[in-house]
T-cell receptor
């Protein structure tokens, strides 16, 4: 079993819809949670990170962490075709330097 | 700011040859991380370096792989005697100081794609 599970998709939505992404994890020591966006043939780009449980909002993006369920989510409001990419969740322990990534979810936003 | 620069972007090697991948971190960043992305898989941590020091190499294969980050010049990931299973995208990331929290704000390069024939 992988430490971080993420549905590979693809997840196809019409323009303007809310995109809902999630990851589950098994290591209860994870304390920091990140979401990255990766366009084809490019490097991952950090969208946002959160610490422990709770919500964080940044523009059209909202990240949620539920440590009791070992479940994290990313919501993208008013999705645009330019949001079409692979979204990767990542997480680390409090003292750790390395990130553990999910396999990524491919998202297609259709105009 | 040119961001994290990786070269070559694409590298083709035959089995048994050596591959050298280079990474120049963002200006002002002194921490470098290497990750490998195999086809249809997520990124896997390989090694974390600061200038002239390997801090964490727990993700590096025991043989054939090595990394360095000299006082001057880019970080180098070296793969000796490559095999087909080494074919992957290798990403470098950098962060500013203040570890370990710097690991929360990694800036990735565009990657080097290694193909082993």
């Amino acid at each position: 079993q992988k430490e971080v599970e993420q549905d590979p998709g693809p997840l196809s939505v019409p323009e303007g819809a809310i995109v809902s992404l999630n990851c589950t994890y098994s290591n209860s020591a994870f304390q920091y949670f990140m979401w990255y966006r990766q366009y084809s043939r490019k490097g991952p780009e950090l969208l946002m990170y959160t610490y422990s449980s709770g919500n964080k909002e940044d523009g059209r993006f909202t990240a949620q962490v539920d440590k009791s369920s070992k479940y994290i989510s990313l919501f993208i409001r008013d999705s645009q075709p330019s949001d079409s990419a692979t979204y990767l969740c990542a997480m680390r322990t409090a003292a750790g330097n390395k990130l553990t990534f999910g396999g990524g979810t491919r998202v297609l936003v259709k105009p | 700011n040119a961001g994290v620069m990786q070269n070559p972007r694409h590298l083709v090697r035959r089995r048994g040859q050596e591959a050298r991948l280079r990474c120049s971190p963002m200006k002002g960043h002194s921490h470098v991380y290497w990750y490998r992305q195999l086809p249809e898989e997520g990124l896997k941590f390989m090694v974390y370096l600061q200038k002239e020091n390997i801090i964490d190499e727990s993700g590096m294969p025991k043989e054939r792989f090595s990394a360095e980050f000299p006082k001057e010049g880019p970080s180098i990931l070296r793969i000796q005697q490559v095999v087909r299973g080494d074919s992957a995208a290798y990403f470098c990331a950098s962060s500013p100081g203040g570890q370990p929290s710097g690991a929360n704000v990694l800036t990735f390069g565009a990657g080097s794609r290694l193909t082993v024939l």
